[in-house]
């Protein structure tokens, strides 16, 4: 199982940026697939982006061009650049992986950081 630590949530105003990071136990480039997902209070944890080893990106509807995900080689970290916050982005963010370990398919799931927007 990969280890996850994700990094950089916080409280931020309504339209401001917070960037997001998630270190990991193996080799971002080599897992099949990562991503970011949330968590809001109440609600179930829902895909926020996602990126696979070969650099193919997919984002949930809601973040409308206001998100990125990528992959810092040198640090070993997934980050998710967040801009354009909204109240309605509050939630705990967390960094997930999706590999394939001898055969058999392995998740693993950070613990999360809270990111908070005031209106």
């Known amino acids: 199982q990969v280890q996850l630590v994700e990094s950089g949530g916080g409280l931020v105003q309504a339209g401001g940026s917070l960037r997001l990071s998630c270190a990991s136990s193996q080799n971002i480039f080599k897992i099949k697939t990562m991503g970011w997902y949330r968590q809001a209070p109440g609600k179930e944890r829902e895909l926020v982006a996602q990126?696979?080893?070969?650099?193919?990106?997919n984002y949930a509807d809601f973040v409308e061009s206001r998100f990125t995900i990528s992959r810092d080689s040198a640090k070993n970290t997934l980050n998710l650049q967040m801009n354009s916050l909204r109240p309605e982005d509050t939630a705990v963010y967390f960094c997930?992986?999706?590999?394939?370990?001898?055969?058999?398919?392995?998740?693993?799931w950070g613990q999360g950081t809270q990111v908070t927007v005031a209106s």
């Open positions: 997930h992986a999706d590999d394939t370990v001898v055969g058999f398919p392995v998740q693993s």
């Open positions: 990126i696979t080893s070969t650099g193919t990106t």
